[in-house]
């Protein structure tokens, strides 16, 4: 377990990090395809999936998996510890216009969700897609969509973001983030 004092440390460094998310810059008529990430967990290894869709058709193009040790605990609010390493991993070599991260973004007590973080290391769009909001998330920073709580990873506004996930909802949740999902679990 992570103590306090690092975490509180670990607080600091998200709180700095936000500053540099930009909201902004694409629009859902560029885009063509939709990358989605996600990771699943059995015992001590995480497996994680990228699924490749064209948009807004969502075929797939492409599905890769990456299994890798776990090098840290589920903390909650810092979600980045545990999966940026897998996802980094998998989507090493990958090109898309815009990730679907299955975490949260901007939607988070501190600004800085793994969506965030994953777009801010890569110097790519991303999308935050999460199941519930998480309490002390600030107003404004995630709408509902379907089922999917939306938000700002990095280089996206949440208007963008809102009309790129409407465009590929699938029973409510999307598309190929339930793809990813499926392929993480080893349910393909």
């Known amino acids: 377990m992570i103590d306090e004092l690092k975490l509180s440390r670990l607080a600091e460094v998200q709180r700095k990090l936000s500053m540099k998310v930009v909201e902004g810059g694409l629009r859902p008529e560029g885009v063509r395809t939709v990358g989605a ?5 059995r015992g001590d290894t995480a497996r994680a999936a990228f699924v490749l869709c064209s948009f807004p058709d969502c075929d797939l193009l492409k599905k890769k998996v990456v299994e890798t040790e776990v090098l840290a605990p589920y903390v909650s609010t810092f979600f980045f510890l545990r999966e940026t390493r897998p996802l980094l991993l998998v989507l090493r070599g990958e090109q898309f216009d815009v990730l679907l991260v299955e975490g949260h973004g901007r ?3 501190r600004g800085y969700g793994l969506a965030s973080h ?11 897609i999460a ?5 002390g998330s600030p107003a404004g920073s995630y709408k509902l969509v379907g089922k999917a709580y939306v938000s700002v990873g990095h280089l996206v506004d949440l208007e963008s973001a809102v009309g790129i996930v409407e465009a590929v909802l699938e029973r409510g949740y999307p598309k190929p983030l339930r793809l990813a999902d499926r392929l993480s679990k080893g349910r393909w």
Request: charged letters at 20%.
């Open 107 to 109: 939607a988070h007590p």
């Open 118 to 128: 994953i777009g801010l290391l890569l110097g790519r769009p991303t999308i935050g």
């Open 131 to 135: 199941k519930r909001p998480l309490r």
């Open 37 to 41: 990430v996600d990771v699943s967990y």
